[in-house]
């Protein structure tokens, strides 16, 4: 029999936040965290505004040994060993050191790249004859797996440790790969969640194909504008989020606080065919992703109550209200409620659908829709599909059973997740 | 150079990656980097290096094989130092 999936533990290292109340507090109210970036701004980038976290040394060395964190230059994976300790202790667990792993319990911790800083000394210290200087975590914290590794051995996880990869789409695969082993019995316990390395050698690829704001260099907190008229690209963030998926039955045996119950979803991808390409998504493949998901999770398309879009802020957020509209067969009024966590924290990449995970959850489990900022001026293309009473401009408190979180990534790749307020 | 002055400066460059502190505060000659400090091999990279960065030499390969307990350590300092002069 496959076993039912649920979330007892959450983490999150974003932009507008650090910590579950920090962030919450700034969800709620709108709180955004962009900021001016000097060192965008010092390298002549167009776009010199970006989303960052904000991690004292003090922080980190709550998470980190001295010795772990001398020579240590990767963001990525100190956001995520933050967010994914954060999660683990949420969930109640113990952090004790045990002579045996824990073989019941794994992690699934996604990124598009690890330590891009520590990469880049490290090429200029081979280039420079000086490879035998490297010292001995150059490895460690450059592969992709690297904050997976660091977790698996501070929590001392016997199951599955590994790392995804699926651009944009990340953190939501990371969930959904958690939610199918453990479903399928061959795990009790996942940790998923996904980073994102913060900084120009990250950013700088998105910054030359001019898919960043340029027009907000001097208004970083208006910058990031999903669903606005006056939208003129995405905001560069970074950051982690992370949550424990656990086995119901191991849940409840140990009285375990449960946030919500992962129904099912979906991942696929629109192959570069049709309107699909490297960077575009294919809106057939979105809709059938959407919709699957919604079959997985045995429900009806009417059930959901809120989406949380992936809607970046660029001439692509009418297309993505489209593709939901029609893959859940409603429109104007009928439409759920729709939000944006870019708005206020920018697009995090590969820890985009992590830190939006925390958010909806969050959402589903105190009963709140967090407002979109910066979208006074709604695209005249997305009110046409749906009613403006959808996309809330201040925060709204009512109960909510059913979210829907999507991301969609470079590569054309797809994913969504159902969660549910949970009822024993 | 002075023993009792290299004994005290090596300890001070291996303490932070040490996993033994009974081992580390009874530091002799004969003490064992891995078997008795029971520092993770994969630091000893980082012992060597701080070792060079200390004293401004560069310990070769070969030396680097040898460099497993305290005593081997300071012959291999004491040398490379000597070779300098």
């Known amino acids: 029999m496959q076993k039912r999936v649920v979330i007892t533990g959450l983490g999150v290292v974003a932009p507008n936040g650090v910590g579950l109340n920090a962030f919450t507090h700034a969800i709620k109210n709108g709180i955004s965290g962009i900021k001016k970036d000097p060192e965008l701004e010092r390298l002549q980038f167009s776009c010199q505004i970006s989303g960052k976290p904000e991690v004292s040394t003090e922080l980190a060395l709550q998470y980190f040994t001295e010795l772990e964190l001398r020579n240590f230059n990767s963001t990525g994976i100190l956001y995520g060993v933050i967010a994914g300790i954060d999660a683990w202790k949420d969930a109640g667990l113990a952090m004790e050191i045990n002579e045996d792993p824990d073989w019941d319990s794994g992690t699934i911790f996604g990124t598009g790249t690890s330590g891009i800083d520590k990469f880049r000394e490290s090429i200029y210290k081979i280039d420079d004859f000086q490879t035998r200087r490297l010292g001995s975590t150059a490895v460690a914290q450059t592969m992709n797996s690297g904050v997976s590794a660091y977790l698996g051995g501070k929590l001392g996880l016997g199951n599955q440790v590994t790392t995804n990869s699926s651009a944009c789409t990340t953190g939501t695969e990371s969930i959904l790969m958690a939610y199918e082993r453990i479903q399928s019995g061959q795990a009790k316990r996942i940790l998923a969640g996904s980073t994102s390395d913060s900084g120009p050698y990250i950013w700088g690829g998105?910054?030359?194909?001019?898919?960043?704001?340029?027009?907000?260099?001097?208004?970083?907190?208006?910058?990031?504008?999903?669903?606005?008229?006056?939208?003129?690209?995405?905001?560069?963030?970074?950051?982690?989020?992370?949550?424990?998926?656990?086995?119901?039955?191991?849940?409840?045996?140990?009285?375990?606080?449960?946030?919500?119950?992962?129904?099912?979803?979906?991942?696929?991808?629109?192959?570069?065919?049709?309107?699909?390409?490297?960077?575009?998504?294919?809106?057939?493949?979105?809709?059938?992703?959407?919709?699957?998901?919604?079959?997985?999770?045995?429900?009806?398309?009417?059930?959901?109550?809120?989406?949380?879009?992936?809607?970046?802020?660029?001439?692509?957020?009418?297309?993505?209200?489209?593709?939901?509209?029609?893959?859940?067969?409603?429109?104007?009024?009928?439409?759920?409620?729709?939000?944006?966590?870019?708005?206020?924290?920018?697009?995090?990449?590969?820890?985009?659908?992590?830190?939006?995970?925390v958010a909806s959850i969050l959402q589903l489990h105190k009963g709140f829709v967090f407002p979109n900022i910066n979208c006074e001026d709604l695209h005249p293309e997305i009110t046409t599909l749906i009613d403006d009473s959808r996309i809330p401009r201040k925060v709204i408190e009512t109960k909510l059973n059913i979210i829907a979180k999507a991301s969609f990534g470079f590569g054309d790749v797809n994913g969504c997740v159902i969660f549910k307020k949970f009822k024993s | 150079?002075?023993?009792?002055?290299?004994?005290?400066?090596?300890?001070?460059?291996?303490?932070?990656?040490?996993?033994?502190?009974?081992?580390?505060?009874?530091?002799?000659?004969?003490?064992?980097?891995?078997?008795?400090?029971?520092?993770?091999?994969?630091?000893?990279?980082?012992?060597?290096?701080?070792i060079e960065e200390k004293y401004n030499i560069v310990i070769d390969n070969e030396s680097m094989e040898r460099m497993i307990n305290v005593k081997a350590a300071m012959e291999i300092i004491d040398a490379k130092l000597s070779e300098k002069e």
């Open chain 1, 206 to 357: 998105f910054d030359a194909m001019r898919v960043c704001t340029f027009k907000h260099n001097d208004s970083p907190a208006q910058g990031s504008r999903p669903m606005s008229v006056s939208a003129s690209g995405f905001v560069p963030g970074s950051g982690a989020g992370a949550v424990v998926l656990e086995d119901l039955e191991t849940a409840l045996a140990r009285g375990a606080k449960i946030y919500a119950e992962v129904l099912g979803g979906n991942v696929n991808s629109g192959g570069q065919r049709g309107l699909g390409t490297m960077t575009a998504p294919n809106p057939v493949a979105v809709q059938k992703c959407i919709k699957n998901a919604i079959e997985n999770a045995g429900i009806h398309a009417n059930e959901i109550d809120a989406i949380n879009g992936h809607l970046t802020a660029t001439s692509k957020d009418s297309l993505e209200i489209q593709n939901w509209s029609e893959a859940l067969g409603r429109k104007g009024i009928d439409f759920p409620y729709i939000n944006s966590l870019k708005s206020m924290v920018g697009h995090c990449l590969s820890g985009a659908g992590s830190i939006e995970s």
């Open chain 2, 1 to 50: 150079m002075n023993k009792e002055q290299t004994i005290e400066e090596l300890k001070s460059i291996v303490k932070p990656y040490i996993a033994n502190q009974e081992a580390f505060d009874t530091l002799t000659e004969e003490t064992d980097f891995i078997n008795d400090l029971k520092i993770n091999s994969a630091n000893l990279v980082d012992v060597i290096l701080d």
